[in-house]
């Protein structure tokens, strides 16, 4: 099973910053927070990924509360184009190489 | 870099015959991985393999199905005598050597099996 919940969906006006939630309670110390996203039928996207500390690409930013229990995705400035199931993946397994995906949140930007 | 490549992206069987689904991980990565997606759900893990290694096959179903992955040329996920619930999409993804902490998964653009 997934060790993550998300929201099973989500909207968001076009231009405004998405901010996609996930509780990941039982993370271990050692386990980091990936999020990766599905444009319909095509494969998953990475996106971020980070342990402790927040991190920022060019894609978005990923904030990490100070107990590691949960975590944000931010998307600054949402487009029509970034609409897709987001998913938040603790990596767990054998040298940390097994992903356990869940249904993660469908996105749904808006005109 | 060319990304992940996988082929072919959509393939129909009958069923009884054989599925053959290729991938050639990106340029650098000596790991491969299969994931397994059936409508309306999330990704399962299948296999992952290292050059002519299988590492971990837990997600394999136990007949059927087998992969490689041999010193040269792709990875290949072989589907033998498919039935009418092997019909998804299968992602193959790649990564760098262990020594890389963290590293990051890529995966491809699916190839996507339809059982008639």
């Known amino acids: 099973d997934a060790k993550t919940t998300q929201p099973t969906s989500m909207d968001c006006a076009e231009g405004r910053a998405a901010n996609l939630p996930c509780n990941h309670s039982?993370?271990?110390?050692?386990?980091?927070v990936y999020w990766y996203r599905q444009i319909h039928s095509q494969g998953p996207q990475y996106i971020i990924h980070g342990l402790k500390n927040n991190e920022t690409n060019e894609m978005a930013s990923l904030i990490i509360t100070e107990d590691r229990k949960s975590s944000t995705l931010i998307l600054p400035h949402a487009t029509l184009r970034d609409t897709a199931v987001y998913y938040c993946i603790v990596r767990v397994g054998l040298l940390n190489r097994k992903l356990i995906w869940g249904l993660g949140t469908s996105l749904a930007v808006n005109p | 870099n060319a990304g992940v490549m996988q082929n072919p992206r959509h393939l129909v069987r009958r069923r009884g015959q054989e599925a053959r689904l290729r991938c050639s991980p990106m340029?650098?990565?000596?790991?491969v991985y299969w994931y397994r997606q059936l409508p309306e759900e999330g990704l399962k893990f299948m296999v992952y393999l290292q050059k002519e290694n299988i590492i971990d096959e837990s997600g394999m179903p136990k007949e059927r199905f087998s992969a490689e992955f041999p010193k040269e040329g792709p990875s290949i996920l072989r589907i033998q005598q498919v039935v009418r619930g092997d019909s998804a999409a299968y992602f193959c993804?790649?990564?760098?050597?262990?020594?890389?902490?963290?590293?990051?998964?890529?995966f491809g653009e699916g190839s996507w099996l339809t059982v008639v």
């Open positions: 340029k650098g990565h000596s790991h």
């Open positions: 993804a790649s990564s760098l050597p262990d020594r890389y902490s963290g590293n990051t998964i890529y």
């Open positions: 039982t993370i271990s110390g050692n386990e980091y």
